[in-house]
C-alpha cells in the first residue's frame, strides 16, 4: 500500500493522482515520459511543468482542469488572459449560463447605444465596463460547459464518436 502524503496545499497534480491512488512510480508506468522524480518536483513546486507534460496527465488521468489550472496558473500568457474555471456540476453551469444570458438580454440595447458612434464617452464608461463584466461571466460559464464536456468525454460518460459526429454534423455546410 502506497504512503499517502499528510502534505497541506497539495498542487492539482498530486491531488489528482492520489485520488487516483496511483503512486507516483505507477503515474510513472502510466504517463511513460515522465520520472517519478520528475513528478515530484512538479507535485512539489520544485519546478513547472512543461505544456506537453500537463498535456499528457490531463489525458492519462482523465482530467482536463489540468490544462486550464496550468494555463490559468502557471502558463504567463495565461495567467493574463485565462481565467481559472472551477469544476461543477451539469445544473450549476447551465443555470449560471442563463442568469448570465438572462442578464445580458437586458443590457442588450444599452450596448448598442454606447456603440452606435464608435467612441466610449466618459459617461457611457461605467456601463460599458460592467457590460464587459456580464459578458465576462458568459464566457466562463461556457468554459466551464467545455471543461465539463471533456471531462465526460475522457471518462466514456459521453460517447466520443458519437460526440464528434454531431459536432461535425453541425460544421458541415448542410448541418
Aim: glycine share 2%; hydrophobic share 35%.
Amino acid at each position: 500500500m502506497a504512503r499517502v502524503s499528510t502534505k497541506e496545499n497539495k498542487s492539482p497534480y498530486q491531488t489528482t493522482r492520489e485520488s487516483l491512488k496511483l503512486t507516483r512510480e505507477a503515474a510513472s508506468e502510466l504517463l511513460e515520459a515522465m520520472s517519478p522524480e520528475r513528478i515530484e518536483k512538479i507535485e512539489n513546486d520544485r519546478t513547472m511543468p512543461h505544456p506537453d507534460e500537463v498535456l499528457l496527465m490531463a489525458q492519462k488521468y482523465k482530467q482536463p482542469r489540468l490544462c486550464n489550472y496550468y494555463c490559468a496558473n502557471q502558463c504567463p500568457i495565461g495567467q493574463q488572459y485565462v481565467p481559472e474555471i472551477k469544476v461543477k456540476d451539469l445544473s450549476q453551469i447551465i443555470l449560471e449560463m442563463l442568469a448570465s444570458l438572462n442578464s445580458m438580454q437586458k443590457e442588450k440595447d444599452r450596448l448598442i447605444e454606447i456603440t452606435v458612434d464608435g467612441k466610449i464617452s466618459g459617461d457611457e464608461l461605467a456601463d460599458f465596463v460592467a457590460i464587459q463584466e456580464q459578458l465576462e461571466k458568459i464566457s466562463v460559464a461556457v468554459e466551464t460547459l467545455q471543461l465539463w464536456s471533456e471531462r465526460m468525454l475522457a471518462t466514456g460518460a459521453i460517447d466520443p464518436e458519437q460526440y464528434r459526429a454531431y459536432k461535425e454534423s453541425l460544421q458541415s455546410p448542410e448541418g
